[in-house]
Every structure is written in C-alpha cells, then in structure tokens.
C-alpha cells in the first residue's frame, strides 16, 4: 500500500510539474475546515474524537474546463471525549494527511461545480494522559461534492463537502501486545480561497 502511495504521489507531482506547460491554469489556495461525525468508537474502550476545525493548502491544476488535480495538505487536531458517563478528555489526536485528487465537473461563466475523490497518506499522532496513545500513519481515501465560484478573473472561493476514510492503528503503551484499528472516517465541511495565475 505504501508503494501506491509513492506512485500516485509521484504521478501527480510529474503531472503538475510537466502539466504547467499545457495547463489553462494553476493556482494556490488556502482553506478552513471543519471535521464532524467521526466513527471514532474503538470496539475495546470508549473513546471518540470531538467535532473540530483545522486548516490547509492545496496546489490545483486545470487540466480542462472539466478536469482539475489538486495536491493538497491539512491539519486537524480534535480532542478525544470519553463516551462513558464521566464524558471526561482522554487526550487529542492530530491528522496531517498529503493528499493527491481528482474534480471532475461542469464549467459555467460563474462557477466551478464538481464531483470528486482521492488518495493520500495521513501522517499521525496521539496523546493522552501519561502519554499511552501511540497513532501509527496510514493510507486516507476521500470524495467530495463542491464549486469553486468566481469572486474576480482570478479569485475564487471554493465551499466543499468531504468524506474522508481512514483506519489508522492505536497502541496503547501501558500493554506492549495492545493494538487495535482505529475507524476515524469523518465528513468535513471546507471553505477555500483561491487564486489562479
């Protein structure tokens, strides 16, 4: 799996870096990001994620009027609650997830509008009282529903829905032999702002 990582990553990064000369346009954007519903419950305890809000970046390339490839990164740090009746904080989780994606949508004089999905690699870590989290990085798939509409020739703000599946491993350091897949698939809701050159 990590080799399929290495070659899309790879891919991609030839394909921005050979595609600049044919493109239509390239552009950076920067966005906020709010994650929400995580299936976070481990089936040996009861600890979940809070909802909680992040930020990014992302390289896009225009390929057509209907097709864009972006090559983005986030953070997102969210809290973990105890789902027993105490409710207390266990600790938080951070996800730094390098993504490489694909839009596919209808160009208007206005707006953008797309459908899409893609592939990355999430680059995690844990904490929790004393230290006895250990989050293990992992693959991150994701599809998304959005448009970019246009604010200038240049500017564009760009509201998106994401889903995002990820399983990464939990180690608990108080018991060498524990170790269990950790379900943290999640929706976030995102706002960009766009320039292209």
Not at 3 to 17: E, P, S
Not at 55 to 62: D, F, K, M
Request: hydrophobic share 40%; net charge negative.
């Amino acid at each position: 799996m990590k080799k399929l990582f290495v070659w899309i990553l790879v891919l991609g990064l030839a394909g921005l870096l050979s595609g600049t000369a044919f493109s239509q346009t390239v552009g950076l954007e920067a966005h906020g990001l709010y994650a929400f519903s995580f299936n976070g419950d481990l089936n040996s305890d009861s600890i979940e994620p809070k909802d909680s809000f992040g930020l990014g970046g992302t390289i896009v390339l225009s390929l057509a009027d209907y097709l864009k490839i972006d090559l983005g990164i986030d953070y997102l740090k969210a809290d973990l609650k105890s789902s027993d009746i105490s409710g207390g904080n266990s600790g938080d989780i951070e996800l730094l997830p390098l993504t490489v994606g694909v839009r596919l949508g209808q160009s208007f004089d206005f707006a953008f509008l797309y459908v899409g999905g893609g592939i990355g690699r999430s680059f995690n870590d844990a904490s929790g009282d004393g230290g006895w989290l250990d989050l293990k990085d992992c693959m991150i798939y994701y599809a998304c529903l959005g448009g970019e509409i246009g604010l200038t020739d240049n500017l564009v703000l760009r509201p998106e829905l994401r889903y995002n599946w990820l399983r990464p491993e939990l180690e608990v350091g108080l018991f060498d032999d524990w170790k269990e897949d950790w379900k943290l698939d999640h929706f976030q809701a995102r706002l960009g702002l766009g320039w292209y050159f």
